[in-house]
């Protein structure tokens, strides 16, 4: 359970998911979904054969997934919850940090959209491990 404060664990974990209402709800050592496409569409024009034009499109976004070790911290699957009946779209930041430097980005209407929880290993070998995905309708530099 949340004990209502937010420490950065001593790890890897570069990540950090902040959410305004929530403030930080936690650090992860990996994500995916930072990325953005044009779509392209190409137009034959008549009687020249000699190329294609290409046009820019709408941008489209992937869902941003973000894992980390497993913790006491709750307030992840809280808000996933919070979202079970009724979407809370929240435009939220991720911070990647590494030594001095740092990045933003703001995602704009994201609510999770999936929680996947740590699995059983009869060898012991892993590291216990939560993921979440998150759907948004865009992503800019913060």
């Not at 892993?126 to 998150?134: C, P, R, Y």
Request: net charge negative; with cysteine; aromatic share 10%.
């Amino acid at each position: 359970m949340s004990n209502g404060r937010h420490k950065q664990p001593i790890s890897a974990d570069r990540f950090v998911l902040s959410i305004p209402g929530i403030d930080t709800i936690g650090y992860f050592a990996h994500c995916s979904g930072l990325e953005m496409t044009v779509e392209v569409y190409q137009y034959h024009e008549g009687g020249n054969n000699d190329f294609v034009h290409h046009l820019p499109g709408r941008v489209t976004y992937p869902n941003l997934v973000l894992s980390r070790g497993l913790t006491n911290e709750d307030a992840l699957i809280r808000w996933f919850n919070a979202t079970q009946v009724k979407a809370e779209l929240r435009d939220i930041t991720l911070t990647f940090k590494t030594g001095g430097a740092e990045r933003k980005w703001t995602f704009a209407d994201a609510f999770p959209v999936r929680w996947t929880g740590p699995t059983a290993d009869m060898n012991g070998a892993g590291i216990a491990t939560e993921m979440l995905e998150i759907a948004h309708s865009g992503m800019k530099p913060a």
